[in-house]
Each structure stands twice: as structure tokens, then as C-alpha cells.
């Protein structure tokens, strides 16, 4: 991932939760020419996306909590500190979904949804060594 998406504020990821992971796969390979890495974090598949050989996103199933929730695309903002940020949503009118917890090899994010009802996530990166 490049330096300059892990910068507060930027647009990081984008990410298709589907519950057909391996028909949107064909789909968007064929359409948009991406090449596709399925990897296994912990206990889950998940597939990245690359543009260019440029890592731009990730498909995954549908998770059981979000059953029947039609497929989406959502995108991750880079956050200096994504727990300092979720305790100020409800403060803004906003409702946090999901709560800040940490994606193993990656950081640490959570889903918050605008006073407008509009989804978004929010992602603080680790450092890398």
C-alpha cells in the first residue's frame, strides 16, 4: 500500500462485501482487468484486489452479523487514531456500528454511520517495520 493513502483523511481502501464472492470476482476481473489475490487471514477468506499491481481493495463474503444486507461497496479513511475519532461520532450525531477492533497484520478500524444514514469506515494503519 503507498505511503501517500496512509496520510489522515485520504480515501485508503474500498472494499465489496458480497454473498457471492466468487461470481463478483469473475465479474469485476473480466470488466475492470484486475488481478486477484485470495489470501486467509486468520479465520476468513478474503481476496485482494490489484490495479496496476497496486493493492486497491478486497472482496469478502458477507458476514453472518450482516445477513440478508444487499451486496456493497464501502471505503475505508485514514485516521491517526481511529479509537480517539470513534468517541467523537455520537458527539457529531453520528452512530458508531461497529466498534474499533484490530485486523490482525494491518491496523485497526471501525464503522461508523453519518447523521445522514450513510455508511463509512475508518482505519488507522500500523507502522510498519
Known amino acids: 500500500m503507498h505511503n501517500e493513502i496512509k496520510q489522515h483523511g485520504m480515501f485508503s481502501w474500498n472494499e465489496l462485501l ?3 464472492v466468487a461470481a463478483a470476482k469473475t465479474f469485476y476481473a473480466e470488466l475492470l482487468g484486475w ?3 485470495d489470501i486467509h487471514p486468520g479465520d ?3 481476496t485482494i484486489i490489484k490495479s496496476n499491481n497496486r493493492e ?6 458477507t458476514p453472518p452479523q450482516a445477513k440478508g444486507m444487499p451486496p456493497m461497496w464501502g ?8 479509537d480517539k475519532l470513534a468517541t467523537r461520532v455520537d458527539k457529531l450525531g453520528g452512530q458508531v456500528v461497529i466498534p474499533p477492533r484490530d485486523i490482525p497484520n494491518v491496523g485497526r ?5 453519518d447523521p445522514q444514514g450513510a455508511m463509512l469506515s475508518l482505519i488507522t494503519y500500523q507502522a510498519c517495520a
Not at 486497491?56 to 463474503?61: N, Q, R, V, Y
Not at 471505503?75 to 481511529?82: E, F, M
Open 75 to 82: 471505503g475505508y479513511v485514514t485516521v491517526d487514531d481511529v
Open 18 to 20: 458480497t454473498p457471492d
Open 56 to 61: 486497491i481493495g478486497g472482496i469478502m463474503a
Open 109 to 113: 478500524f471501525c464503522v461508523l454511520q
Open 35 to 37: 488481478t486477484l489475490q
Open 44 to 46: 476468513m477468506d478474503y
